[in-house]
């Protein structure tokens, strides 16, 4: 039987972490939660988390993600989005469910396929993770089990990007997933998104976006 090993529901999320739980419990819950998108589930070799983001939580989530679609689209690739769709390897005893997956530089490898296997198919290019509340579960390992090659961080005050290097992450000012967008400009981003009217940043975004693309970065 499964045991709680830690139980936090105060604000900003709700999360639940639990030991000893087998493989093919977390293939049971995965299945009976079908389509739902909460609680997002995370695996490793018999720790689980269970976690019900709150609303602060998601406006980060929403505000990077769509940093990604207006960048790239800027910069000429075609980012495809998969939420936080299930990533599973039995061969690892690992799974995931991101805040938000991006595929960009190996977006036409999966595009329109039906079901992304894990096992066959390569990983997102980016994973975005909102942690505003630490996680007793260590996720960065997880992803770097998958061969994630990189993640976005926010913790509430800032954005951090983690760049796989040897197995494990590393901490990098830039990303490579889109070429030249910096920590210090995503953080910008998801700071100006919490003060702004959406309309009004996403227009702002996007037009930081076609002067970053020709070469220029000018403030919104």
């Given at each position: ?12 999320d709700q999360r ?46 929403r505000a990077l ?156």
């Amino acid at each position: 039987m499964a045991t709680v090993v830690e139980s936090a529901t105060a604000a900003p999320d709700q999360r639940v972490v639990l030991g000893r739980v087998s493989w093919d419990t977390y293939l049971r819950l995965v299945a009976d939660q079908g389509d739902r998108s909460v609680p997002r589930l995370t695996y490793d070799r018999g720790s689980l988390e269970a976690l019900a983001p709150s609303t602060e939580h998601e406006k980060g989530n929403r505000a990077l993600a769509l940093v990604v679609e207006v960048v790239g689209a800027a910069l000429g690739y075609d980012p495809l989005d998969v939420g936080g769709m299930t990533f599973q390897r039995c061969d690892i005893r690992r799974g995931f469910e991101a805040d938000t997956a991006f595929y960009v530089q190996h977006a036409r490898q999966v595009e329109g396929k039906k079901q992304i296997d894990a096992n066959v198919d390569p990983p997102p290019d980016l994973v975005i993770e909102i942690e505003v509340r630490r996680s007793s579960l260590a996720k960065l390992p997880v992803y770097a089990a998958f061969g994630v090659p990189e993640v976005w961080r926010y913790d509430g005050v800032r954005v951090t990007i983690y760049r796989l290097d040897a197995g494990g992450y590393a901490e990098r000012a830039t990303s490579e997933v889109l070429p030249g967008l910096t920590d210090e400009r995503l953080t910008r981003f998801v700071v100006g998104r919490q003060r702004t009217k959406r309309s009004d940043w996403l227009v702002a975004v996007q037009a930081w976006a076609r002067t970053f693309a020709a070469g220029k970065d000018e403030e919104p």
